[in-house]
């Protein structure tokens, strides 16, 4: 299913080799974020299908808004997601989780549970890259948004070293 879903964001992107190529970096770090904790099935896939969909509002947020801001992508994606997600037959339940996490993305106090920081703290780290941010900015991203072990490690180690 996670190639499908990939095969099915790729399409959706088009040409957009920016996007294809940042989202498949975050589903690489949502697999090793993922690994050192103790999860079940369900949880890993809706970590997975959240990485693969989390900026696929973008496209549609430009469109509409002329902006790609958080806010619209949060606006935007979960609709495009939930037809992407039951096109692939996903069961309703993990659905609706990977939803409520692309919907909500950017608004980090509305994390509410391992599935959700995983997945944010992938994009972070791909995000600390590709807009360059500062080792202070770094700093803070580090300890006031990550709480994985495997989060807090990979940030220390690209980033901080």
């Given at each position: 299913?996670?190639?499908?879903?990939?095969?099915?964001?790729?399409?959706?992107?088009?040409?957009?080799?920016?996007?294809?190529?940042?989202?498949?970096?975050?589903?690489?770090?949502?697999?090793?974020?993922?690994?050192?904790?103790?999860?079940?099935?369900?949880?890993?896939?809706?970590?997975?299908?959240?990485?693969?969909?989390?900026?696929?509002?973008?496209?549609?947020?430009?469109?509409?808004?002329?902006?790609?801001?958080?806010?619209?992508?949060?606006?935007?994606?979960?609709?495009?997601?939930?037809?992407m997600l039951s096109d692939l037959k996903i069961s309703k339940e993990i659905i609706k989780r990977v939803c409520f996490i692309i919907g909500n993305h950017h608004s980090y106090t509305k994390i509410n549970d391992i599935d959700f920081q995983i997945v944010v703290e992938a994009d972070l780290m791909v995000n600390i890259f590709e807009d360059n941010m500062n080792k202070e900015a770094i700093k803070n991203i580090n300890n006031s948004l990550f709480i994985t072990e495997s989060g807090k490690k990979l940030i220390k180690t690209i980033y901080l070293n």
């Open positions: 299913m996670k190639i499908n879903l990939m095969k099915k964001m790729i399409e959706y992107f088009q040409t957009d080799i920016r996007r294809i190529n940042h989202t498949l970096k975050v589903i690489d770090f949502a697999e090793i974020i993922s690994k050192d904790q103790s999860l079940d099935k369900k949880t890993k896939e809706i970590i997975i299908y959240a990485a693969i969909l989390h900026d696929i509002g973008i496209k549609e947020a430009e469109k509409k808004y002329n902006s790609s801001a958080g806010k619209y992508q949060e606006i935007e994606g979960p609709k495009i997601a939930h037809k």
